[in-house]
């Protein structure tokens, strides 16, 4: 087995409606952050696979669930990136419905990955993704992305304050996708939730 169990991740297929979603079977987890969050280099960093999830400048880009294989029966999905004030009011409540069904109802969810800004953490569309994930009794592992923007006291004092405010329902951990801090920790959450933990 590949020392990165998850850099074998290669595109699959978009969705924008819930009929388009692969089939609800094996085993996926998710990931979901508001826009401009740093999910995209996230997924970058955990799969090592540069441009794997585009990134884009501009919030809110990415208007679907995006499917990345990693191996039969398994995989990442992009849920597209909120918190963005452009999106016409009927798009929003399109997606709101459709990312809400699919908490409900996708039996291959396995577990949800929530990227937050380290220095914006919890805003409320945060705590609806992980009422969705609450209410599925689905894990949810928490990323403090950017990390590096912040001092080392500034870093702890972040996560210990997201870690109170959670009150334990998710894991929360410190993340720099350009200094790789916290990238094998998040990686051997998400290959244990896909089952593809190395044997040890």
Not at 21 to 46: C, H, I, M, T
Not at 63 to 74: G, K
Not at 100 to 128: C, I, T
């Amino acid at each position: 087995m590949a020392s990165n169990p998850l850099q074998s991740a290669e595109f699959l297929k978009a969705a924008h409606l819930p009929h388009q979603l692969p089939d609800d079977s094996g085993l996926e987890v998710a990931f979901a952050g508001r826009s401009n969050a740093g999910k995209s280099s996230a997924l970058n960093a955990l799969c090592q696979r540069h441009g794997l999830a585009r990134t884009s400048k501009t919030p809110g880009r990415t208007q679907q669930l995006v499917y990345f294989l990693v191996r039969p029966e398994r995989h990442l999905v992009d849920l597209p990136g909120y918190g963005y004030a452009e999106v016409p009011l009927h798009l929003r409540e399109h997606w709101k419905a459709f990312i809400e069904g699919y908490f409900q109802n996708r039996q291959a969810l396995a577990g949800l990955v929530l990227v937050m800004d380290s220095r914006h953490p919890m805003k409320p569309f945060d705590q609806q993704m992980i009422d969705f994930a609450f209410r599925r009794g689905l894990p949810c592992h928490v990323l403090l992305t950017k990390a590096d923007k912040l001092t080392r006291s500034a870093q702890a004092q972040t996560l210990a304050q997201v870690r109170k405010t959670l009150g334990g329902i998710a894991s929360v951990q410190l993340f720099s996708a350009p200094d790789k801090l916290g990238v094998e920790e998040a990686r051997a959450v998400i290959s244990g939730w896909l089952g593809l933990a190395k044997p040890g």
